[in-house]
């Protein structure tokens, strides 16, 4: 529109006199426009000029009584100048300033269940999804048909690389029918990351076309689609396994316990698909090793329940409490999973051990794998009083921590307990300790032992029958002291000081002291008045 003051013209070809009156609907203003003659008609800011064509027109100081436009149709309506067949003859081409009727929605493509795209991944890539990873020739465009379950999804740039980046997501049951998620996920050029897509526009125009691409995706069997396998199919073991090892169930065991709600507060991130990367680091890991302080960008922190850095006690607990929850702090373990604020369960222990195992393996995260031997060393192995009040979560502890070995050793070319040496001698002496208190607890429960609680002490020697496969000796009768011939052929007087805390021997020895008539040692120095 002209700014104020200017003048702009309107020109009308040579009629007769006549009154032409725009249409309502085209400007909202009735405009009536007249021959010269019928001045006095005219608005006191408007004069008629004489063109030397012979042609009228009409000056207007101001530009908002200016004319847009003159015709039948109102300014911007589309009108159809090819009739459609599905048109009766009496359906109107237009309908000026009316909207058309919302068109239904589009029914949803039905798949076998979730898909994941992955869009720009190059060439030459190594891709992962949960026991299978392999490497590619030309890009990968994705994953279909996801059933139901907990699954991660990786990427990396080559079979050696340093990083890798990738997405846990979870897929719930669905009834038959009911179309299936569609999660986009693009890689990111300049990050070297695999992220959610740029803009929303490009998310929706890979779910649009998913009907297209679908036959291309790789469904989530394929092990005959793949073009490489990287690892060798899982070999048959030589003793008879429980069932929960068996290939096509050993996923889900070590998944089962994941769900959106601990991904949420593990990852921080509230929403339907999870990142985690090599370069995350676990809140209160203060040891981190040498190779993940390299790449530790300090991005984002993964929050477990139990820090590192934080003692299994309770800040509330005095005296003698403090000191059994020190020696075994199942009571402070039960009191925050079952009585938190923010919706935890018992079983999330379950999961948060799974979910740091599966992550530092699979993507290199040395933060996540000191979690996890945090875990299993001070948690779950330092719970004895667990088998007999949580039976339950006892048995699914023993028998997750007993999957992650087999997944380790059939699916994983790294050994998680050869890559941390001194880790894998605590976690020796852990469990020679805590079968020792099981088969204490189990026994003195004698006749009213409850099944449950049996089920514990079975899944336990499932585990222990498998750990004698590498040289793992976890029964009580051990040496404590004797003699030993070194190589030169001299023989020396040793004891062994490894189970000293279990046995109250060396600097656990109970001591005898003297004590005052105020109940305090003899000796020491008090503040007391």
């Known amino acids: 529109m002209p700014a104020v003051g200017s003048s702009p013209e309107s020109s009308f070809p040579d009629m007769d006199p006549q009154s032409i009156e725009s249409r309502p609907d085209n400007c909202g203003v009735a405009v009536e426009i007249h021959p010269p003659s019928a001045t006095a008609r005219l608005p006191s ?48 081409l237009t309908t000026p300033d009316a909207m058309e009727p919302p068109s239904e929605p589009k029914q949803a493509f039905l798949t076998g269940g979730d898909v994941l795209i992955l869009d720009d991944l190059p060439a030459n890539f190594t891709v992962g999804c949960d026991t299978m990873s392999f490497s590619t020739k030309k890009s990968f465009p994705g994953f279909r048909d996801i059933p139901p379950g907990a699954h991660l999804i990786w990427v990396a740039p080559s079979e050696m690389t340093s990083t890798r980046s990738a997405y846990w997501i979870v897929t719930p049951e669905r009834e038959e029918g009911e179309p299936a998620e569609v999660y986009v996920k693009q890689w990111d050029k300049f990050n070297e990351v695999l992220s959610d897509p740029a803009s929303h526009a490009e998310e929706r125009f890979q779910r649009e076309r998913l009907e297209q691409i679908y036959d291309s995706l790789s469904p989530y069997q394929l092990r005959a689609a793949t073009s490489g396998t990287l690892l060798p199919p899982p070999r048959q073991e030589a003793e008879q396994l429980p069932s929960f090892l068996s290939n096509e169930t050993i996923w889900s065991q070590l998944t089962s316990a994941i769900h959106p709600g601990l991904l949420n507060r593990i990852t921080g991130q509230t ?259």
């Open 45 to 92: 800011n408007t004069k008629p000029v004489t063109s030397p064509a012979g042609r009228y027109s009409i000056k207007s100081s101001k530009s908002v009584e200016s004319l847009p436009t003159i015709g039948a149709f109102p300014l911007g309506s589309l009108r159809i100048t090819e009739a459609r067949q599905d048109l009766s003859p009496d359906t109107p």
């Open 271 to 529: 929403q339907r698909s999870w990142q985690v990367t090599t370069t995350d680091r676990v809140a209160g890991d203060e040891n981190m090793a040498e190779e993940a302080r390299l790449y530790a960008t300090g991005k984002s922190q993964l929050r477990f329940t139990f820090p590192m850095d934080v003692p299994l006690i309770s800040s509330a607990a005095e005296g003698s409490q403090r000191t059994r929850q020190a020696l075994d702090p199942t009571s402070f373990v039960l009191e925050t999973l079952e009585n938190s604020a923010e919706g935890r369960r018992p079983e999330d222990l379950v999961g948060e051990l799974s979910f740091a195992f599966l992550t530092g393996m699979h993507l290199g995260n040395y933060s996540c794998l000191d979690q996890w031997w945090f875990y299993v060393n001070k948690v779950v192995f330092r719970c004895f009083d667990l088998a007999s009040e949580r039976p339950q979560l006892a048995q699914q502890l023993i028998q997750t921590f007993h999957a992650q070995l087999v997944y380790n050793d059939r699916y994983l070319e790294g050994d998680i307990l050869e890559m941390m040496p001194d880790n894998a001698k605590k976690l020796q002496k852990t469990l020679v300790t805590y079968k020792a208190r099981l088969n204490e607890k189990l026994l003195a429960l004698g006749e009213y032992i409850t099944p449950r609680q049996h089920a514990v002490g079975e899944a336990f020697a499932a585990l222990e029958s498998w750990l004698w496969r590498l040289g793992w000796d976890l029964r009580g009768e051990y040496v404590r002291s004797g003699n030993l011939m070194l190589e030169d052929g001299e023989i020396v007087d040793m004891e062994v000081t490894d189970f000293e805390e279990e046995d109250e021997r060396g600097e656990y020895a109970p001591m005898v002291v003297e004590i005052d008539n105020s109940g305090h040692e003899a000796g020491s120095v008090s503040w007391d008045k």
